[in-house]
């Protein structure tokens, strides 16, 4: 049997960020390639934390401000 997402295996990571001074919500992008986001693309509001569930691999995540700043530079998350 052929599962491409386990939900048993998933982990709850939590992203964590400091504000940007302007910024109305924040966007988190999470990837399993670096510079490809395909895991999680959203707005996820005027937070500075966020929590994503993930099964065991090697991620890569950044995050971008909206209304002002630039985006973070790409992190490299490994969840075991």
Same mark, same amino acid.
């Given at each position: 049997?052929?599962?491409?997402? &386990? ?6 990571v /939590?992203?964590? @960020?400091?504000?940007? &001074? *302007?910024?109305?919500?924040? %966007?988190?992008? =999470? *990837? ?5 986001? *395909? %895991?999680?693309?959203? &707005? !996820?509001?005027? =937070?500075?934390? /966020? ?11 950044? !995050? !971008?401000?909206? *209304? ?8 490299? @998350?490994?969840?075991?």
């Open positions: 049997l052929l599962r491409l997402y &386990d939900s048993s295996f998933a982990r709850a /939590a992203f964590t @960020w400091t504000a940007v &001074d *302007g910024a109305t919500s924040y %966007i988190l992008l =999470v *990837g399993s390639v670096s510079g490809t986001y *395909g %895991i999680h693309n959203a &707005d !996820v509001g005027n =937070v500075l934390t /966020a929590e994503v569930r993930l099964t065991p691999s090697t991620y890569y995540a950044r !995050v !971008v401000p909206v *209304g002002a700043g630039s985006p973070t530079a790409e992190q490299t @998350w490994v969840v075991a």
